[in-house]
């Protein structure tokens, strides 16, 4: 069975800090990966999309950048975060592209 | 561009009542439908998808039918129960190019009284 890990659980961070998130996949070779952003009370809004190591699409400009180091991981970054950066992080994977999406249970984020 | 729509942001029900939460969308091309349920302080977990016109889906007593005509997969249950409560998404997914692209409503959050 594939699992989903993300970490760290939750953050606490200072406005203009840096931030990283990670996310990792087992027990699926090649999952395309995503990254959603949800504000408290909102929708889940996609972030980035990748479909093969080190290639990663990005779906709305937030001042953030993702990668894709290995086949089973994503990571989420900025080198200066924003109080708008606050909310939940969420990693998904699926079997490919007209599969559905497994949600990680996401990193909550919190710039003050 | 493409977009879902739910209708109830917050629906309030008792135990054993019938659920319906209503789901509209909006896509250029012929989506596939899913329901998410998320629980507090948790990711999204799927529920169930629907593909093509007419299909039903279901999961956990929980259905909705994929109706093109109408362009919507209104989610339903016949009896509710308080571990119900939750807030339901609804989603579109469409394959543009590479990477699937999923589109949420806006969530509908249910309460169950018991």
């Known amino acids: 069975a594939q699992t989903i890990h993300q970490w760290p659980v939750a953050e606490i961070k200072a406005v203009g800090s840096p931030l990283s998130l990670g996310c990792t996949i087992k027990?699926?070779?090649?999952?395309?990966l995503y990254w959603y952003w949800q504000a408290t009370g909102g929708t889940l809004q996609q972030l980035f999309y990748s479909i093969t190591v080190g290639q990663v699409e990005s779906v709305v400009q937030l001042n953030l950048s993702a990668s894709r180091p290995k086949d089973d991981q994503f990571i989420l970054s900025t080198e200066k975060l924003l109080l708008s950066h606050s909310g939940f992080y969420l990693c998904?994977?699926?079997?490919?592209?007209?599969?559905?999406?497994?949600f990680g249970s996401g990193t909550r984020l919190t710039v003050l | 561009g493409d977009s879902v729509t739910q209708t109830e942001g917050q629906v309030a029900l008792s135990e054993e009542d019938f659920l319906t939460i209503h789901c509209n969308y909006s896509a250029s091309g012929y989506p596939a439908l899913f329901w998410y349920v998320q629980y507090p302080g948790e990711g999204p977990q799927f529920l169930f998808r629907a593909s093509r016109d007419k299909e039903k889906g279901s999961s956990r007593g929980f259905e909705a039918t994929y109706d093109k005509g109408t362009t919507s997969f209104h989610l339903r249950k016949a009896s509710v129960q308080e571990s119900d409560s939750a807030v339901y998404y609804c989603?579109?997914?469409?394959?543009?190019?590479?990477?699937?692209?999923?589109?949420f409503g806006g969530g509908t959050r249910l309460t169950v009284r018991p």
């Open positions: 027990g699926k070779s090649s999952p395309n």
């Open positions: 998904a994977w699926s079997g490919g592209n007209a599969e559905t999406l497994y």
């Open positions: 989603a579109l997914g469409l394959n543009n190019n590479a990477g699937a692209k999923l589109t």
